[in-house]
Each structure stands twice: as structure tokens, then as C-alpha cells.
């Protein structure tokens, strides 16, 4: 499991928000695969990693789009959205703090496979692919720490893939909320019914009457735009058992 501390990162020359490291400007992260590394290994990465603001809604990649960076999230959410030639979208993954993006790198493939959006703005520390593979080689914490991440993604996708078939939309969407918590700085969800019904692979008004069920049962309030979870214990309680199976590989890194 990941050591849960903060480590600092200088912050941007360029620009406020982000940029090159700058002396004496100094900016944390939440990210649990750079805190669980050993000081001389971050030490080694800290020239190259590059704060960025992760705004709403931003493509972090396009399917096809070559990957040129490896984003570590602080309290962002990035969603990894599949779609078909016809246009309908699900999302399979997601990655926040716990994780990183572009993680097929490690396996040889430097282009994404699916859309990689931005769920919940915050910023994230990033990396060249060559700079990060340079240390990924050495097969040091970073090597080991990767891995373990790009195992416990799998098991997501592969159990979110699961639960998209066999659950109720109101189970689903239970799952996703405490998943996206899990990964975020409070409880307090922006949310647009758009966005839900693209990540569950439904219909605005599925995903509306899905939540005032789950909203009626007192376990969040909802209005357009706005979720708050209000009994955490509650909605753990409502979801389907894929949350547990999820949160519980993702705590075994």
C-alpha cells in the first residue's frame, strides 16, 4: 500500500498554473505512486515533473493521439472513455490520485487506446513518456510502483466492465460516486447530467431518476450540476459489491 504523505514540487516559471520547476516556488502533490517513492528516486525526477491545471472537461488524449506525457493527478479525476464508429461512449476507467495516465507506455504501446477526459478539475504533476520510461528502466521503486498501478487498473476496468452488465443503473451510479470520492478532496461532486450519462452509458433521464432514488434514500442531495454525499456509510451500503473489489485492489498497491 501506498505511503499517504504530500511531497513537494516546485512549481511553474512559466505561468502560474503550469511550466518548468522554479527555485524556491514550491507546490505539493497527492499523488501516491510519487509519494511512495524513495527520496533519492524522486530526487531524480523532480527536473522533469511539471505542474499542470487539469480543467474540466479537457482531453488529457484523444484515442489514436500519441502519448507525450504521463499525468500523476492530485484531487483531479480523469475518466477513460470508450466509443464506438457510431458515436456512444462508456467510460471503463478511472484514475485519479491513486494512479497515473498513459500507463501503456510501460508496455511498448505509445498511443492511447481510448479518450482520456477530465471528470473533476485539479491540477496533476506530468512527465515526458522518455523521461519516465529513463527511470522506469532502471527498475527501481518507480518500475515496481507502476506495475502495481497498472495492475490495479486493469482489475477496474475489468470489473467495471462487469458491473456495466450485470448491475442497475442506481447500483452503478452508487459505484461511481464513492469511486470518484475516493479520488477527489471532499464530497461535494460537480457533475453535469451529461457527463453521468456519458460515464455510465445511459440516458439523462435514467441517470436523473437514478439519482433522486438514491437521493430519496438519503444518501446524497442532488440538483443539476451538484452532488453531495451525505451518508457515506449509506451509499457504501447501496452499491453493488464491485466498489468493495475495486477500492480493495487499489488499497493492496
Not at 157 to 168: E, G, K, M, P, Y
Not at 187 to 192: A, F
Request: with cysteine.
Amino acid at each position: 500500500m501506498y505511503r499517504q504523505k504530500e511531497r513537494s514540487l516546485n512549481a511553474s516559471e512559466n505561468s502560474p498554473n503550469e511550466g518548468s520547476p522554479k527555485k524556491n516556488s514550491r507546490r505539493s502533490t497527492k499523488n501516491h505512486i510519487l509519494n511512495a517513492l524513495p527520496d533519492e528516486d524522486y530526487q531524480r525526477l523532480l527536473p522533469d515533473l511539471e505542474y499542470v491545471e487539469l480543467p474540466y472537461g479537457r482531453f488529457v488524449y484523444h484515442a489514436e493521439e500519441k502519448i507525450k506525457h504521463v499525468y500523476f493527478p492530485d484531487d483531479s479525476v480523469v475518466s477513460v472513455v470508450a466509443n464506438t464508429p457510431q458515436g456512444q461512449s462508456v467510460e471503463v476507467g478511472v484514475i485519479g490520485r491513486d494512479g497515473a495516465t498513459g500507463l501503456s507506455v510501460l508496455l511498448g504501446v505509445d498511443t492511447s487506446f481510448n479518450d482520456a477526459i477530465v471528470q473533476l478539475p485539479d491540477g496533476a504533476l506530468r512527465i515526458s513518456t522518455e523521461a519516465l520510461l529513463k527511470e522506469f528502466m532502471r527498475a527501481g521503486a518507480l518500475h515496481s510502483l507502476l506495475l502495481r498501478s497498472l495492475h490495479s487498473y486493469i482489475a477496474q476496468i475489468s470489473q467495471i466492465a462487469l458491473c456495466n452488465r450485470l448491475h442497475s443503473i442506481e447500483e452503478r451510479l452508487a459505484r461511481w460516486l464513492l469511486m470518484c470520492r475516493d479520488r477527489s478532496k471532499g464530497d461535494h461532486l460537480k457533475l453535469t447530467q451529461e457527463f453521468l450519462a456519458l460515464m455510465l452509458g445511459a440516458q439523462r433521464a435514467s441517470v436523473t431518476i437514478a439519482a433522486i432514488t438514491i437521493q430519496a434514500a438519503g444518501y446524497i442531495k442532488y440538483s443539476r450540476g451538484n452532488i453531495k454525499i451525505i451518508d457515506r456509510d449509506g451509499l457504501e451500503n447501496f452499491a453493488c459489491d464491485c466498489y468493495q473489489i475495486v477500492a480493495g485492489e487499489t488499497k493492496r498497491q
